[in-house]
């Protein structure tokens, strides 16, 4: 928990991206194409001092919109946003990589006990990713796939989509869904050597 502890010190955040728009929700409209988004990642120290980056991508699909974020703890925010350049923070639903404490307990206990207390719905999967989840988030709905990044330097995050209430049990729902599973099933990570 090395990393994670001198990350929380240093963040002074609580990482939590608020929805602006509360429990209303609008018809979701996806783009009939994705695109890929990229991060560079700094994993562990290596014996030269230097350290391991990473190439961290996925799918997203066009009407979900880059976004700045100022929580330390989220990073490649997306949020939806059709017809506009840039996403906006605050704003919900959003795709994002958070390894904020719901997310980083969540994926903690699933490693020791297999299982997620509070789950609304939990899988257990096999591969990069150990889980998919859907948890109460805030007042809001967060449904992610639970993985350790970078050969587990950044462990115990989540690849999470966060909606409104008002999605639950809707065709739009079904398509947040979609949108988050594309990104899992396009989620890569190239180390650089």
Known sequence: MGLFSYFTKTAGSTGKMECSTENTKETIVLAPTSHTVEDEIYGDETDS???????????????FRETSSHAGEVEMLHTYAPGS????EGSCPYLAIQIDDPVYMAVEEFKEK????????????????YFKAKIDYYGDIMYFYGLDR??????????????????VGTEDEAKLMQILDEAAASYREEQDS
């Open 49 to 63: 001092g230097d350290y391991i980056v990473y190439h961290v991508s996925f799918q997203v699909n066009d009407s």
């Open 85 to 88: 350049e840039y996403g906006e």
């Open 114 to 129: 297999g299982t997620v207390t509070g789950a609304l719905e939990l899988t257990p999967l096999s591969g990069k990713f």
């Open 150 to 167: 970078c050969d587990g330097a950044w462990e115990n995050s989540g690849l999470c989509m966060v909606y409104q209430k008002a999605y």
